[in-house]
């Protein structure tokens, strides 16, 4: 285990996992160096801790069994943004198909879990704004985070979501747009 | 540095008032201790799914025999076949000939001379023609008669040096060769 404050290189993660006894070393060394971020990745997703640590763990454990059959065709983060995005609209999807409409008074089933969450402690603003992020769709909520919060580039951005540049610029525009409304409305009642 | 920037001025163009809350934090908190306790919690995941063994390392499926010949009627491999065939083949035609050439290596000059010496009246004029190529034809110098004497050359080919040689008594022949 890397003692250092220099984040390792995504070579040296790399050469761990793919040389002979050393692959434990090296998934400990990629989940040291990539939890945090696909971790708040996942949180802005979800929204809620427990589910969002729930979806981390079978990140790494899909990782874990899929890392030595990753080409380099893309970054290492890429590929590990993907999964982890694909990880969490799988899980959003199937807890939408298993919850009560009932539990959906409006305001959305993922606003609402993001009101019950005890790890949230925003001020108003923060609130009404991870609210208003938490009634987008799963995959323009995904835009909206990757560029707003992890600051992507788009060409990037394309890669983790298999979505052309153009799309996603039209998303995040869209996003932003359905954001400012929600406050505005917000504002009035 | 540039993406922030462009990040920024998207922002300002679009949605100006969402750039206030950039840089604030989200508002959601984890759990002290929560990062150092991820790899614990994974490795017991993998471990209760009995995962903790190194994956394998996905192997390419090897292409069965008729696979393999199927892909031979594909032009381009049958030309790259083709010449890589050719190349074989001269190479076994060139290569060859050393094999040849090293069975007489071991022959010395003295060898060879004796052995025409004593055999001189064995071998055909034609035999002496046929081991000479056009282009290393001897070039017999032949004395022209008349006050400006002077020596011309002629360059014969393996059939006049037949006919030369056939027209030459075994006298003539002998002195000619030693």
């Keep these: 285990m890397q003692k250092t404050n220099k984040p390792a290189s995504d070579e040296q993660i790399l050469n761990l996992l793919r040389a002979d006894g050393t692959f434990e070393r090296g998934f400990r060394l990629l989940m040291s160096t990539y939890k945090e971020r696909l971790y708040w990745h996942i949180r802005r997703m979800v929204a809620v801790h427990e589910d969002a640590d729930d979806v981390l763990q079978n990140t790494f454990v899909k990782i874990y069994r899929g890392v030595l059959q990753f080409e380099e065709k893309s970054k ?9 995005t694909n990880e969490a609209i799988s899980f959003l999807q199937s807890r939408n198909r298993h919850s009560s409409s009932s539990l959906d008074n409006g305001d959305g089933v993922l606003a609402g879990r993001l009101r019950a969450d ?13 609210e208003a992020i938490a ?38 525009h869209h996003a932003a747009k359905k954001i400012e409304t929600h406050f505005r409305e917000a504002d009035q009642y | 540095m540039k993406n922030k920037q462009d990040l920024h001025d998207e922002l300002n163009e679009q949605a100006p008032w969402l750039n ?63 010449g890589v065939l050719t190349v ?40 002496f023609a046929a081991v000479l190529p056009a282009e290393q034809a001897p070039v017999l110098l032949l004395e022209t008669t008349g006050d400006n004497a002077r020596m011309d050359s002629l360059r014969l080919s393996p059939k006049d040096l037949e006919h030369l040689l056939r027209d030459l008594s075994d006298e003539e022949l002998d002195q000619l060769i030693l």
């Design chain 2, 20 to 82: 206030e809350f950039r840089h604030k934090d989200s508002g959601h908190q984890v759990p002290d201790g929560y990062f150092e306790s991820v790899e614990e919690s994974v490795f017991r995941q993998l471990e209760a799914i009995g995962a903790t063994r190194r994956p394998p390392v996905p192997k390419k499926q090897r292409p069965s025999l008729w696979q393999a010949l199927q892909s031979l009627w594909q032009p381009r491999v049958a030309l790259a076949f083709a």
């Design chain 1, 118 to 130: 005890s790890w949230f402690d925003g001020d108003a603003v923060q609130r009404q704004l991870q």
């Design chain 1, 76 to 84: 290492l983060y890429t590929w590990l943004y993907r999964i982890a």
């Design chain 2, 88 to 127: 074989v083949l001269a190479a076994w035609w060139f290569l060859g000939k050393p094999e040849t050439d090293a069975r007489v290596a071991h022959i010395t000059a003295e060898d060879a001379e004796s052995y025409l010496r004593d055999n001189l009246m064995e071998l055909e004029p034609e035999q």
């Design chain 1, 135 to 172: 009634r987008l769709p799963d995959k323009q909520r995904a835009v909206f985070n990757l560029r707003y919060y992890d600051e992507m580039p788009y060409e990037e951005m394309s890669r983790v979501l298999d979505t052309s540049v153009g799309a996603l610029k039209a998303s995040f």
